[in-house]
């Protein structure tokens, strides 16, 4: 399994060269699922979410698709995503995600997928894979808002593969307060490990081994 999870998607030259040498081969000779999925949940303007699938659209892809993971047999959605060499999945409610993949049953087909494609998540879509993904870390972190929201107390995380937990948009002039002292007091409360990334910067994970791509600032707190 090889995933590139960014704050804010494939924003400079450092991420799209780490997904390029992940793909091995060009962005014209493979195809792309794009997923909103994490969006419907967030009210108010989308502008930012078709500035970012621009942005992928102008990689120039030898196919496109966009994907919506409700609504639609689990069967047809599992086959979209393995027409894909990289499946893309964007931002907005992590808890609207999570539960998409759980409710839907996706859950082992989407891992047995990505087995063998790659896997690009912008903030939300980043934030998926952690076993911290519940409604202690909500509150902790104090995202609890956002699984309120959707008439949630609970979470079940749906992958739990990793053992850290990762926050995006740290500096981020879209979240103004998200600044080291917010950092501060989120690892003055956790219990488990953070990554803290700005919106030049992403985790890698390629098989067992984990790194940071960035030409911006990141914070790993154990």
């Known amino acids: 399994m090889e995933c590139l999870l960014t704050a804010a998607g494939l924003r400079n030259d450092s991420l799209r060269d780490a997904l390029r040498d992940m793909l091995g081969k060009p962005f014209g000779e493979a195809n792309v699922v794009y997923v909103p999925t994490a969006s419907v949940a967030e009210a108010g303007d989308h502008g930012w979410l078709l500035a970012d699938m621009n942005r992928v659209h102008a990689l120039g892809w030898r196919e496109f698709d966009i994907l919506e993971l409700n609504g639609l047999p689990p069967a047809m959605v599992l086959d979209r995503l393995r027409r894909a060499d990289v499946v893309y999945v964007s931002g907005g409610n992590h808890y609207h995600l999570a539960r998409s993949i759980s409710r839907n049953g996706l859950a082992d087909g989407f891992l047995e997928v990505l087995e063998s494609r790659v896997y690009v998540g912008l903030s939300a879509g980043s934030m998926i894979f952690s076993r911290y993904l519940d ?17 949630a107390t609970t979470l079940e995380p749906p992958f739990g593969l990793f053992d850290w937990y990762l926050k995006p948009h740290l500096y981020s002039p879209d979240f103004p307060e998200r600044d080291d002292a917010w950092a501060d007091r989120i690892v003055a409360r956790a ?6 990334l700005d919106d030049d910067t ?3 994970v390629r098989g067992g081994e984990v ?12």
Not at 135 to 151: R, T
């Open 211 to 222: 790194d940071v791509v960035s030409e911006g600032r990141w914070r790993f707190h154990r």
């Open 135 to 151: 409604a202690h870390s909500a509150d902790v972190i104090g995202d609890a808002q956002d699984l309120h929201a959707l008439g």
């Open 191 to 196: 219990d488990f490990p953070i990554y803290f």
């Open 202 to 204: 992403a985790v890698r």
